[in-house]
């Protein structure tokens, strides 16, 4: 559906590019004109397809934001104090919802960390510095460790995001400071 949307939206552009030419009279377009357009339509499609699938999927604006230096660092800093180093939950709930979230860093590649939530039950989809300052207050007390058990682990995400306890599904993955990891899908 998104890249059928996509393809549309190419051949839109493609179309009216071409309607609006450039008083050619014999009807031709420079190879180099037609190139440069092509390559700045995909620059454009590449630069905003993210946003607009999730826009398109939910229906919803994403907060967007690049994560600046400052806010990387707080980021480190706030993650220090915590036993684990990432977590992504993801919690499916029926009529096809659910409420995600993630604070994640490749260490090995140096990337900065990424923070997101996306909760389809409250309309509510966060990137960067805002999804971190939603999720860290949550995950600042929780009780997890590596041996936890499934029922624990889940009773407590449950509780520290005010989460209904209807769910069907429910996906955890936490690497801890130690390199020990703790993932599992539990089903309801």
């Not at 624990?152 to 520290?160: C, E, H, Q, R, S």
């Amino acid at each position: 559906m998104k890249r059928m949307l996509m393809l549309l939206f190419v051949i839109g552009l493609l179309g009216l590019a071409t309607g609006c030419g450039n008083n050619n009279t014999d009807g031709t377009k420079n190879k180099e004109e037609t190139n440069q357009e092509t390559k700045e339509e995909k620059k454009e499609v590449k630069s905003e397809s993210v946003k607009e699938d999730v826009e398109e999927e939910k229906g919803q604006n994403v907060t967007e934001q690049t994560v600046s230096k400052e806010d990387e660092e707080y980021m480190k800093s706030k993650m220090e104090a915590l036993d684990f180093s990432e977590i992504k939950v993801e919690v499916k709930y029926a009529e096809d919802k659910e409420y995600e979230f993630k604070i994640e860093q490749d260490k090995m590649e140096n990337e900065p960390i990424e923070a997101e939530v996306e909760d389809e039950l409250n309309n509510v989809f966060l990137k960067g510095r805002d999804a971190f300052d939603d999720i860290y207050p949550k995950i600042e007390n929780l009780d997890v460790k590596s041996d936890s058990t499934e029922q624990d682990v889940v009773d407590k995400i449950l509780t520290a995001f005010d989460l209904p306890t209807d769910y069907e599904k429910m996906e955890v993955d936490i690497t801890f400071n130690d390199g020990k990891e703790l993932d599992f899908d539990h089903r309801k």
